[in-house]
């Protein structure tokens, strides 16, 4: 039985990727590059610099820009993100999240969170997921992007229990790659065709059923 469960946050606890999506959009547009819905998933679970030199790749006119204007360019992103995110409530947890929490934590596993995002700690307050976690590992302490499994490696040490006794609970590909990498048993929440590297993989939280696992 496994006695750790390390969550991503964007796409696992809440619906952040619209947000995401209308940031990049807006930057997109001011840049005059094309970026639609599609190419939005490309950006999942990748960190912020990764995310702009994807969006940067679709520029038609192949346009080079210096690191300062690329550390620009994705401040601008981040202010409309986190104008987009700031009225964010509890309504926004994606359905089954805070039962399934409650039960972990009813049944003493231990739960730490496994971000790439610098927002984590605004999003984790202003929605009360806070409350449900033993620790946070976030893009703010984190040096490596997954599919480096730094994450969840320094989520495992942080709530003490070996990453071969923790499940990762992902919507990226490359989160779940982190996952397997560190050694955990890695779930996927999503369409199985996008997860390949999933253990096992639910459509949402709600179908999770926990004595299977913990
Ligand atoms: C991940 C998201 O959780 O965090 C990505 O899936 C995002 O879309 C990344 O780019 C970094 O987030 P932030 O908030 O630090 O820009
Ligand atoms: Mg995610």
């Known amino acids: 039985k496994l006695k750790g469960a390390l969550f991503d946050l964007d796409g696992v606890l809440v619906d952040t990727a619209s947000y995401h999506y209308l940031a990049w ?30 969006l940067l790749s679709l520029d038609k006119e192949n346009r080079l820009y210096t690191s300062e204007q690329k550390e620009a360019m994705a401040t601008r992103k981040n202010d409309l993100y986190v104008q987009l995110i700031r009225h964010m409530d509890a309504s926004e947890i994606l359905p089954g999240v805070v ?35 033993d620790a946070v590992i976030d893009g703010n302490v984190a040096a490596n992007a997954k599919p480096d499994p730094e994450v969840f490696l320094k989520g495992a040490a942080a709530i003490g229990i070996s990453p071969d006794e923790c499940a990762v609970f992902e919507d990226a590909e490359a989160g779940l790659q982190a996952a397997k990498s560190a050694g955990c048993f890695a779930i996927g929440v999503g369409e199985s065709v996008n997860l390949p590297s999933a253990d096992v993989v639910y459509s949402d939280l709600t179908l999770f059923d926990l004595s299977v696992y913990f």
């Open 25 to 54: 959009k807006e930057l997109a547009n001011e840049l005059n590059i094309p970026f639609t819905k599609v190419d939005n998933e490309r950006l999942k679970g990748v960190s912020r610099m990764a995310s702009l030199d994807i």
């Open 99 to 133: 039962s399934l929490l409650k039960m972990l934590r009813e049944q003493g596993v231990k739960i730490a969170l496994g971000s790439a995002s610098k927002n984590a700690p605004k999003i984790m307050a202003s929605t009360g997921l806070s409350a449900f976690f």
